[in-house]
């Protein structure tokens, strides 16, 4: 989602505006490590000389934020383009004040790389004894995720790009279908892997065979008629739930032409 909030952020940029940047929300784990969960856009006036953030948006915006979700706080700042310009310095300090230690993040809007590159920096003191020259950005790991709602959302979208009429979601059962059709490709190419490599016509991978081993080891042993009996109830729900979701869609049809009617 934060990506995606990038990405909205910079089509909808003033023209002549080569790159935005916005204000990153999240939490920090007890390793240490920072979880970013959202992000809001900062207006900003930057040129070649000189370089305004709106500070009383953001800081009230952040406030709007603490009301619906208080468990979320200001983890660093975003900013689009190929890398960190020396404006980025100015901008980084601002955030320092909001947040201890922030984390700068990159994304790539000009897709040279065929896809969003994305890359994470802090911000590291360069000192001389007690005296402070500056600082350097240096960049750290950074993994990205998505939920399986996000996903779903995601690639919904990205059906409607070549498209004039926005495609319906599919319907629990759909999905269901269409998880287990993904489910045996896999298992057709995983299994053709293993019977190339036992018939010696490619060399062993330990990587890909690990990544076999693993997944193997997570499916819990369940027995055959067990397995059918908990598939078959769950696709009982699952086709009653689809059940009285087409009908509350027609009764809401009807109601609707019958209000127009009596109008």
């Not at 399986?148 to 004039?164: D, G, M, P, Q, W």
């Amino acid at each position: 989602m934060v990506l995606f909030n990038v990405l909205d952020h910079y089509t909808r940029r003033n023209d002549g505006q080569e790159r935005v940047i916005g204000t990153l929300l999240g939490h920090i784990n007890s390793d240490g490590s920072v979880e970013v969960k959202n992000s809001f856009p900062v207006p900003h006036n930057e040129s070649a000389e000189q370089v305004a953030v709106d500070m009383e948006f953001h800081r009230t915006m952040y406030d709007l934020h603490l009301r619906v979700n208080p468990k979320e706080v200001i983890v660093g700042w975003y900013s689009t383009g190929e890398s960190f310009t020396e404006h980025s310095v100015y901008i980084h300090e601002f955030f320092a004040r909001e947040a201890q230690n922030p984390i700068h993040l990159i994304v790539d809007t000009s897709l040279q790389k065929q896809k969003i590159d994305t890359k994470a920096f802090v911000s590291i003191p360069l000192t001389i004894g007690d005296k402070m020259l500056g600082a350097h950005f240096q960049r750290i790991r950074l993994e990205t995720k998505t939920h399986e709602t996000e996903r779903i959302a995601v690639n919904h979208l990205a059906k409607t790009e070549f498209r004039s009429k926005v495609p319906e979601l599919s319907t629990g059962f759909e999905s269901l279908e269409g998880s287990i059709t993904k489910l045996l490709d896999t298992l057709d190419v995983a299994s053709e892997h293993i019977q190339q490599v036992l018939d010696n016509k490619i060399e062993a991978n330990p990587k890909i065979g690990r990544m076999i081993a693993e997944a193997v080891s997570t499916i819990p042993k369940i027995d055959v008629e067990m397995f059918e009996k908990m598939f078959n109830s769950s696709l009982q729900d699952l086709l009653m739930v689809v059940y009285l979701g087409s009908l509350t869609r027609t009764q809401l049809a009807l109601a609707h032409k019958l209000q127009s009617s009596a109008v």
